[in-house]
């Protein structure tokens, strides 16, 4: 049974960070993807990153820059860094593992587990 937890969120000023963390496991292996989505109050859920099992890393264009993904493998672990955000950026952030190991998967249907997701509130 693959389980993934995420941890890490809360409330912050505008312009403030955070740091997310979501561990994995039940996995047999380490050659999965993982990525981190984002469903803010009345809208869609959106692809924030993904980053490949040798630790490629794909951003959506409106997040370059403030956010930053990385993983540690020993650890099976993926962590979001989320540094000067904004009010817009509250949302329920989820992550997710993909068995396209190699790639950047953008699509949630690609994704094959996901987490319960963690609640950042970024106040103005």
């Known amino acids: 049974q693959v389980r993934l937890v995420e941890s890490g969120g809360g409330l912050v000023q505008a312009g403030g960070s955070l740091r997310l963390s979501c561990a994995a496991s039940?996995?047999?292996?380490?050659?999965?993807?993982m990525g981190w989505f984002r469903q803010a109050p009345g809208k869609e859920r959106e692809f924030v990153g993904s980053?490949?099992?040798?630790?490629?890393?794909y951003y959506a264009d409106s997040l370059k820059g403030r956010f930053t993904i990385s993983r540690d493998n020993g650890k099976n672990t993926v962590y979001l860094q989320m540094n000067n955000l904004k009010p817009e950026d509250t949302a329920v952030y989820y992550c997710?593992?993909?068995?396209?190991?190699?790639?950047?998967?953008?699509?949630?249907?690609?994704?094959?587990?996901w987490g319960q997701g963690t609640q950042v509130t970024v106040s103005s």
């Open positions: 980053i490949t099992w040798l630790g490629a890393i």
């Open positions: 997710a593992t993909s068995p396209a190991g190699w790639r950047r998967v953008l699509r949630e249907d690609e994704y094959d587990y």
């Open positions: 039940g996995r047999t292996s380490t050659n999965y993807a």
